[in-house]
């Protein structure tokens, strides 16, 4: 009887060892699954990322780009500011001296005026 009980716990432990070698493919299967959809996860990721980074590029070029314009309007803007401050000034100017002329005009015509009507009166008192 004790080779009988070898050959069944041989078989046995054959049995066990074939069970977990099925166990094992089983395993193996839905790891190889698991990996399969995470490998394609990551690829279809990594093109994503690259198509992003590609898109980013060219538009951080686009708005380098974009900035160098806005700051040369900037700077023309600022020389238009300057030029309009200037010609404001030069208007101002241009009035004050136009309303000292007029002011001196005007002294001058009520001065005449005055003298006229005077020389007026006195024709008339002498007629």
């Known amino acids: 009887g004790g080779r009988g009980a070898k ?3 041989i078989d046995r432990v054959v049995g066990l060892i ?3 070698r099925e166990r094992i ?3 193996g299967k839905a790891e190889q699954e ?3 959809k995470f490998a394609c996860w990551c690829e279809d990721t990594l093109g994503r990322k690259a198509k992003d980074i590609s898109s ?3 538009q951080i070029e686009e708005l380098g780009a974009l900035i160098i314009k806005l700051k040369a309007e900037i700077a023309s803007h600022a020389a238009e ?3 309009s401050k200037k010609d404001l000034a030069a208007n101002v100017e241009a009035q004050r001296e136009a309303s000292e002329i007029r002011d001196k005009d ?3 015509y009520q001065a005449d005026k005055t003298e006229s009507e005077q020389c007026v009166g006195a024709l008339e008192a002498a007629v």
């Open 7 to 9: 050959a069944a716990s």
């Open 18 to 20: 074939e069970e977990l």
């Open 25 to 27: 493919k089983l395993d």
């Open 34 to 36: 698991s990996y399969d």
């Open 56 to 58: 980013s590029k060219d």
């Open 81 to 83: 500011i300057v030029q």
């Open 106 to 108: 005007h002294a001058a």
